[in-house]
């Protein structure tokens, strides 16, 4: 089973990298380019066929180790 976790920094989290993103845009001529944020894409293949038990190791995996939940949100996407 594939799995696919996105991990982005909570609302309200200043987000220097993505202001420079969107200022390097806009350098770019880019102009209509707004706020940008920025995250991080994490692919997985997982041996458990279980898709409630994957989702389940998933989420322990995201609050131990993949995102910081004191900053971060993270979303799983299970491919079967």
């Known amino acids: 089973m594939?799995?696919?976790v996105f991990v982005t920094l909570?609302?309200?989290v200043l987000d220097p990298q993505g202001k420079a993103i969107g200022h390097?845009?806009?350098?770019?001529?880019f102009g209509a380019v707004g706020e940008v944020r920025?995250?991080?894409?994490?692919?997985?293949?997982l041996a458990?066929?279980?898709e409630a038990k994957a989702a389940a190791d998933?989420?322990?995996m995201c609050e131990k180790l993949l995102a910081n939940t004191v900053?971060?949100?993270y979303e799983i996407e299970l491919k079967g």
């Open 10 to 12: 909570k609302n309200g």
């Open 2 to 4: 594939k799995a696919r």
């Open 58 to 60: 998933l989420k322990a």
């Open 38 to 45: 920025q995250g991080k894409v994490i692919d997985l293949e």
């Open 48 to 50: 458990e066929q279980d």
């Open 24 to 29: 390097a845009l806009n350098g770019l001529g």
């Open 71 to 73: 900053i971060e949100k």
